[in-house]
């Protein structure tokens, strides 16, 4: 046979690709690339992958291949390509084939996209037919996650299907030319959804412009509740001192940092200082709220972030935001929709409810929200994104994990998301919230059910934490699976281990606020020795007894008075400030042992020294006492305090009690108050590393990883870490996972795994 007749048979493949492919433009493209090299066949979504039955001749199929993976659209991830040899049948066409429903392994969705520069500049076009209009999306960006309700992804699953496409949007969706070939949440102003504007009695604002007509109110200083991507966000004028206090009243909110939506990054630049790699995230296609140095310049009100260096940012992320910015104004406080403790609002009705004492007025729209979603928070260190919340932009998260097993785990009860596996793959959720508030317990057995329907998983296993007053666990126990109970500082060190894949021993450092220890203890200053398997508990801070329950962390006071009397002297001495009768009641519950616990937390003890120092008595929001604690740190000084280590039944103990006194005896000596903390935090950094240099040759382990809400200090992690590198520790942190309770669902996942890989 010559070699040209062989060049010119005809072949045919299967070709199955998986990953992210799944709304973002990945049949269009293979549609494209086939009508360019003369193939013949059909592309379908199928389950979660795409499947492609390909024929042409040899060197034109090889040429396909080869374009679909290189040049595959820019929000799509390929995970694997499998390639099976069929037959020769004949084709006529090339075609886009309906989705046929079938379960596979990996089930990557994508996330919701910021508005991409092409949309953008329709909406601002006066001769386009999406001009001004804030629903505008297309392959490359838009609604995604949070308007999915099942897999396939097909517009008959979103909340558009409410919505049938005009004559002249089908015709995009049909034209494998269009930017909006098989876009789902394809619309435009004849055939999508659309914004109202309604006041506080719900009377209709009648304005041929909604969105002008709130700027112009957010510029008059009332406060608008706008319905966005994943719920519903308190806006005001972030330039506006009175509004902005008005807006924390009403939330209930006095403290907590509120995040602000800035008209652009120049303008993001005149109130922080703004690093490249903030620069290219705060821009990204995620559009997260970013944390950043503040430039104290009075521009914004100070209200924003009182008491702390940075200030959370974030630029616009859908075609409204760019829409209301597009008028005269800069910057707005833009907070979750929600009562202070209370998950973000999403549903119009409960939203106009909800929100009603705090707004003054509701921007809203008719499409729904099937999953509802924060803002994602992330910080830069050391030029890598951290994030602290996950979720919109970020949600969903799969990760290849070890073990085949389905397995639910459930997280912790603050900053509460939840974790599910199958297919050796493992999905981690929106960040929820704290289960103790009963809105957000519904939604977390909401995301429970939805993460089981969209991704098709039963679980076999559900891992829980040990602590028994935990609402996860309660919601364990009422179900017939088998559990497997996980310590809370283990899941921590687990989910550093797996997300930076150590397969060594490692040394954990596990610096935390509460969590339960094997001895009933409350735990939070933690150096484990181990993997994700088993750890032994090596050291911790010596054990205080605390009075006080769940108030001690609301009211640092209690602490302090409680560590203070623990030293033997008088607490009335040193916390003047605070009723005498209150630390006499506190003193005597202690000495009867009522409502006592006993416990090992740094974060405890972060509280303490905030309250002797009188900066933080009392808290609004999680850890706002250590905060303000790291942040009145204002230069560098290597001080510390005096600390002994020491050993009791075979564990390493920190005593605090030579720390404490040196506090004292600097307050008494009038040091300042800045300087005072930033010896603190070096001494607590000088500690760890002694004791981690005792325990690398008692263990010959060079591995130490780093988390627990703790780390969130900016001061103790980069400081800890850059030292620890010095002494040739190889140091690992937790970035893509939260290093904060919201990463403990990973953590108990994988340890799930390998347990129920042992039996
Ligand atoms: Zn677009
Ligand atoms: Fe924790």
Redesign the pocket.
Known sequence: MSKALFDDENLRYLINISGIVQGVGFRPNVYKEAINYNIFGWVKNSGASVEIDCTGRREDLKKFILSIIKSSPPLSKIETVRIKKLDYIYYKYFKIKESIYSSGNLKLISPDIATCPKCLTEIMDKNSKRYRYPFTNCTECGPRYSIINRLPYDRNRTSMKEFIMCVKCNEEYNNPLSRRFHTEPNCCMECGPSMYLIDRQGNKISTVDPIKETVKLLREGYIVAIKGLGGFHLACDAKNEETVSKLRNKKNRPHKPLAVMAKDISYVKKICRVNNKEEEILTGNKRPIVLLNKIEKGLLSKNISPNNKKMGVMLPYTPLHYLMFDEDIEALVMTSGNISGNPIQYVNDEAFKSLNKIADYFLMHNREIIVPMDDSVVKVINEEECVIRRARGYIPYALKIGSLEKILSLG?EEKNTICISGGGYCYLSQYIGDLDNLESYNNFKRAINHNKQILEIEPDIIVIDMHPQYKSVKYAEESELKKTKVQ??HS?MASCIGENSINEECLGVIF????FGTDDAIW?SEFLVGNISEVKRAAHLKYVTIQGGDKSIKEPWRTAASFIYSLGLDPNKYLSNIEKEKIDTVRKLLNSEYNTYVSSSLGRFFDCISALLGICYEISYDGQAAIELENIINKKTEEYYFYEIIKQNGIYQIDYKHIIEGVIEDIKIKKEVSEISAKFHNTIINFTIQMLCILRIKYNINNVVLS??VFENNYLLTNLNEKLQKLWFKVYFNKQIPI??SG?SYGQLLIGGKLSNKE
Not at 512 to 515: E, K, L, N
């Open positions: 912790g809370h500082h921590h935390d606020g509460t969590g939070g627990g809400g904060n309770d403990i």
